[in-house]
Each structure stands twice: as structure tokens, then as C-alpha cells.
Nanobody
Framework: QVQLVESGGGLVQTGGSLRLSCAAS????????MGWFRQTPGKEREFVAA????????YYADSVKGRFTISRDNAKPTFYLQMNSLKPEDTAVYYC?????????????????WGQGTQVTVSS
């Protein structure tokens, strides 16, 4: 059974940094795309970033380009979201996700597996 477990959320001031982790288990992920999404109350889940597990191609939402970095550690296997220069509008529950994603990486319905979410709050 595939499990994705996030950690690393918390409260940070504007301009600060956080690193989210997503520990993956239950199968081989070599042909998977792993992504991060976020959601605030009353809004749809929003794409943040994605990475191909084997090829290390990365994709970012325009709103986080230059501030966030997605990476992975094949040995663990775990993938990460390093978030710098955080803004209050980055406040959300962040979810990691994985799947074969036979289409655009920013479509949440193409991901098969999801973590439980971790809260990130950026104070002004």
C-alpha cells in the first residue's frame, strides 16, 4: 500500500523559510511524478511544484518560481519542498502527491496518491 507522509509545516514570519518533506513508501516510484499542492478554505487545490522521480525534471507554478525548490532523495525515498521568501498568501495546507500523471503535471486529478496535508502559516 502506497503511503505519503508529509512533515515540516508550521508558523513562520513573512520572508522566512520552511522545508516540507514527503516520505514515500509502498512501491517503486521510478516512473512516477511527485508533486506538491496547496489548498485554502473554500478554494480548489492549487498546483505548487512537481518533479519526475527518475529524470529530475521540475515544474513550478508561476507564483512560487524563484522562491520554492522541489527536490528528491531516491535513497530514502523522500521528496522535499524548500520554501524561501515566504509570503502571507503562501498560507495553506500543503499536500504531497504521486502518480503516473499521464498529462499536465498541474492537474490534481491525475495524481493517484495523496498525503494527509501539513499546515503552513505565514504571518505578516
Amino acid at each position: 500500500q502506497v503511503q505519503l507522509v508529509e512533515s515540516g509545516g508550521g508558523l513562520v514570519q513573512t520572508g522566512g523559510s520552511l522545508r516540507l518533506s514527503c516520505a514515500a513508501s509502498g512501491r517503486t516510484f521510478s516512473n512516477y511524478v511527485m508533486g506538491w499542492f496547496r489548498q485554502t478554505p473554500g478554494k480548489e487545490r492549487e498546483f505548487v511544484a512537481a518533479i519526475t522521480w527518475s529524470g529530475s525534471n521540475t515544474y513550478y507554478a508561476d507564483s512560487v518560481k524563484g522562491r520554492f525548490t522541489i527536490s528528491r532523495d531516491n535513497a530514502k525515498p523522500t521528496f522535499y519542498l524548500q520554501m524561501n521568501s515566504l509570503k502571507p498568501e503562501d498560507t495553506a495546507v500543503y499536500y504531497c502527491a504521486g502518480g503516473l500523471v499521464p498529462g499536465p503535471r498541474n492537474y490534481p486529478h491525475l495524481y493517484d496518491y495523496w498525503g494527509q496535508g501539513t499546515q503552513v502559516t505565514v504571518s505578516s
